[in-house]
C-alpha cells in the first residue's frame, strides 16, 4: 500500500503532464489518505460539530478508517444530508451553510486531497482563491504591479455561484479528465446527497455544499473553464498592438518646445513645458492598442481593460453570455459594473482600486504617477470597523469584555486591529488606519479602566512599551503573564508601521501543496497505547472543542482533564473503558473491574 505522500506526488506530475486519470476511485481503499485527512480535519474548530447523525471527531479510531474503507471497496458507502444552518451576511440576508457529518467530512477530505493534487498543476495563474500559496494579497498584487494604463474596470460577480453550480456541466467537466465512472459516481452521490432543515430532507439540484471541505475545489474545476474562456478567447480579441501610437498634439508641442530653445525664447520654453506636462505623450484613442487584464479570486473576478467603453460593454455582454450558455450560471446585475479607472474606484476584495492621474508629480522630469494603479482602503471599511467601539461617535469601553483578565482584553484587542492592518498593507493609503488605532485603543484603555475602577492615563501608563520595528521604534501596549521555568505569555496592541509594504503576502490557509509529515495524532492513534491506563489494546481519539471547556469552576478537575490541560491538547488516545468512563463523568478514569 503506497503511503499518501507518494499517491498524491503521482497524481500532482499526472497533471502537470496532462494525463488522464483512469482508476482514480481505487485510491479510496488507502487507509494512509484516511490517516492524513483525518490529521488535518480534527484541529478544525468545525471537527466537534455535529451532522445530523451526531457523529463528531469524539471516538474516532482504526475502526473508523476501516468501516469507510470497506464501504468505499463494496461500493456501499451513502453520504448523509448535511445539517443546514444559516449565518447572517453584511447586507443583512442569510446564507445557508451545511454541516456535514464526521465521516462525511473525512471522505470529502480524502476526496479533496486527490481532486486538488491532480488539478492544481492545470489551474490558471489568474485564479487565486482557495488555492495553497495564493490568496487575497497575490491577487491585488497582480493587478497593482501588471494593470498599467487601465481605462475601465469590469467588476463581475456571480450571482449565489456555489448554491447555482450545475451538476451535470460539474461532471462532464470531471469526466473530460477522470475516465472513472465509480469516482464520479461517488461525487454525484455527496452532490446530491441533499440537507436536512427543520428535520425535513431536501433535495440539493443545484450547487456544490457550502460549508463541505470539498466545494472550494469543486468550484475552482467548474469556473476553471471561464479562466481558459477568457484567456484563450477574450485576451487575444481584446489585447493587440505593442505600444500606443505618439500623440500628434504632443509631438508638435515637443518640436514647438525645441525650436523655442534653440532661439533662447525662454518665455516660450517656460510656457510650452507647462503644457507639454499637461498632455499625454501617447494617443489615448489609438485604435491599434488595446489591453484585457484578468484576475479571479473564487466568484469574484475583475478584468481590466484599455480601450473605448463600448468594447468594455461588448467585454461584459460575451462573458455574461459564456457564464449562462457554457456553465449555467448568471452574473449578478447589480454588482457588475463598468467603472471608469481614473475618476472612479472599483471595489475588489475589500480594497479600492483606481488608476492615478497627477501631471504635478515628476521624477527626473517625467510624470511618474499617470496610470499606475493605487490601491486604497474604503472609508467605509474604518467607519464599520470603528463602529462596535463607538457610542454616540466617541470611543467607549466595552462591558462585555471587563470579566477577562487583562491579557486577554489586550489581545482581543491586538488580534482584531492587527489581523485588520495587516489585510490592508498593500493600500497606499493605510496610514488612514490611524483613526481606527486610535478609536480601538482608546476603547481598549477605557475597558481596562472600568474593570480596575481607574483611569485611562493609569492604564495607559501600566501597559506602553516600545517595540523595534524595521522602520524604528514604535509606541505600542503590552500586557505579560510570567510563567515558572516558561517563557511569558506576551500580547500586544498596535506597534505597526503603518506604511504600504508593497511586497506584503497574505495568503489563505489552505495546506500547501507537498504533504506535511503525519500528524502526531495519527502517530498516537497507531501505537495503540492507551495514554490513561497505559494498556496496549484497541484505542480511539477522546477530543474536547477547546481546553477551556475543561475549566470548571468550584468543581475538582476529573483525572482525564488533568492529563489533558498538563499536556496541553484537546485530544488523548484512550481505550474504550477509559472513554466510556469519560463520558459517563466518572471522578476516576480507573476502569472498575
Not at 500500500?1 to 506526488?9: D, G
Not at 461525487?187 to 460549508?211: C, F, H, I, K
Not at 485604435?287 to 461584459?316: H, N, V
Not at 481519539?541 to 476529573?558: E, N, S, Y
Request: hydrophobic residues 35%.
Amino acid at each position: 500500500m503506497q503511503n499518501a505522500e507518494t499517491v498524491l506526488s503521482v497524481l500532482r506530475d499526472r497533471g502537470r503532464r496532462g494525463l488522464p486519470l483512469e482508476e482514480l476511485y481505487r485510491q479510496l481503499f488507502n487507509p494512509q489518505l484516511y490517516l492524513l485527512a483525518i490529521g488535518r480535519l480534527y484541529s478544525n474548530h468545525g471537527a466537534m460539530t455535529p451532522g445530523v447523525d451526531g457523529e463528531t471527531a469524539d471516538g474516532t479510531s482504526l475502526a473508523t478508517v476501516d468501516r469507510i474503507t470497506d464501504a468505499m471497496r463494496h461500493e456501499r458507502y451513502r453520504f448523509r444530508p448535511a445539517r443546514r444552518v444559516y449565518i447572517p451576511k453584511k447586507n443583512g440576508k442569510k446564507r445557508p451553510l451545511g454541516l456535514p457529518s464526521w465521516s462525511d467530512k473525512i471522505v470529502g477530505e480524502v476526496v479533496r486531497l486527490l481532486l486538488e493534487a491532480y488539478y492544481e498543476p492545470r489551474f490558471s495563474d489568474h485564479s487565486h482563491g482557495f488555492r495553497p500559496r495564493r490568496g487575497c494579497h497575490t491577487a491585488l498584487g497582480k493587478v497593482a504591479d501588471t494593470w498599467t494604463g487601465t481605462t475601465w474596470f469590469i467588476e463581475g460577480d456571480i450571482a449565489d455561484c456555489f448554491g447555482s453550480l450545475d451538476h451535470d456541466v460539474m461532471l462532464s467537466t470531471l469526466a473530460a479528465n477522470i475516465h472513472d465512472n465509480r469516482f464520479l459516481r461517488l461525487l454525484r452521490n455527496m452532490l446530491q446527497a441533499g440537507y436536512l432543515e427543520d428535520w425535513v430532507r431536501n433535495a440539493t439540484l443545484s450547487g456544490a455544499p457550502q460549508g463541505g471541505v470539498t466545494s472550494p475545489v469543486l468550484s475552482n474545476i467548474y469556473l476553471d473553464r471561464l479562466d481558459r474562456f477568457v484567456e484563450t478567447v477574450l485576451i487575444p480579441e481584446y489585447t493587440r498592438g505593442v505600444v500606443r501610437a505618439k500623440n500628434p498634439a504632443y509631438q508638435r508641442t515637443e518640436s514647438a518646445l525645441r525650436r523655442a530653445r534653440q532661439r533662447g525664447d525662454h518665455t516660450a520654453t517656460r510656457d510650452l513645458r507647462k503644457r507639454l506636462h499637461g498632455m499625454p505623450s501617447m494617443d489615448p484613442q489609438d485604435p491599434g492598442y488595446r489591453r484585457l487584464r484578468y484576475a479571479r479570486y473564487a466568484d469574484d473576478t475583475l478584468l481590466g481593460f484599455t480601450g473605448p467603453k463600448a468594447e468594455a460593454e461588448e467585454i461584459k455582454n460575451r462573458l455574461a453570455t459564456f457564464l449562462h450558455e457554457d456553465l449555467k450560471l448568471e452574473l449578478s446585475q447589480e454588482k457588475t459594473l463598468i467603472t471608469h479607472a481614473r475618476t472612479q474606484a472599483a471595489s475588489f476584495l475589500g480594497y479600492e482600486i483606481t488608476i492615478l492621474h497627477n501631471d504635478r508629480k515628476m521624477t527626473r522630469g517625467r510624470r511618474t504617477a499617470n496610470g499606475t494603479v493605487a490601491l486604497r482602503v474604503p472609508k467605509a471599511v474604518i467607519r464599520a470597523k470603528s463602529a462596535p467601539y463607538l457610542t454616540r461617535g466617541k470611543p467607549a469601553h466595552r462591558p462585555e469584555l471587563t470579566n477577562y483578565d487583562d491579557h486577554t482584553i489586550v489581545g482581543i484587542y491586538g488580534s482584531r486591529y492587527r489581523g485588520l492592518v495587516q489585510y490592508y498593507l498593500l493600500a497606499g493609503d493605510v496610514f488612514r488606519l490611524d483613526r481606527l488605532e486610535w478609536v480601538m485603543k482608546t476603547s481598549m484603555l477605557k475597558t481596562l479602566a472600568a474593570k480596575h475602577r481607574s483611569t485611562v492615563t493609569t492604564m495607559a501608563n501600566k501597559y506602553k512599551t516600545t517595540v523595534a520595528t524595521p522602520v524604528g521604534p514604535r509606541r505600542c501596549f503590552e500586557a505579560r503573564v510570567d510563567r515558572a521555568d516558561r517563557n511569558p505569555l506576551v500580547t500586544r496592541f498596535g506597534g505597526i508601521p503603518l506604511r504600504r509594504q508593497r511586497k506584503a503576502v497574505l495568503t489563505d490557509r489552505n495546506p500547501a501543496l507537498p504533504a506535511p509529515r503525519r500528524k502526531e495524532l495519527i502517530t498516537r492513534l497507531q501505537a495503540a497505547r492507551c495514554e490513561i491506563c497505559d494498556q496496549r489494546t484497541t484505542v480511539e481519539i477522546h477530543q474536547v472543542p477547546t481546553l477551556a471547556d475543561l475549566v470548571r469552576t468550584g468543581r475538582p478537575q476529573p483525572a482525564w482533564a488533568q492529563l489533558m490541560a498538563e499536556k496541553r491538547r484537546k485530544t488523548l488516545i484512550v481505550c474504550t473503558p477509559c472513554h466510556d468512563t469519560i463520558h459517563a463523568r466518572n471522578p476516576t478514569t480507573t476502569p472498575t473491574q
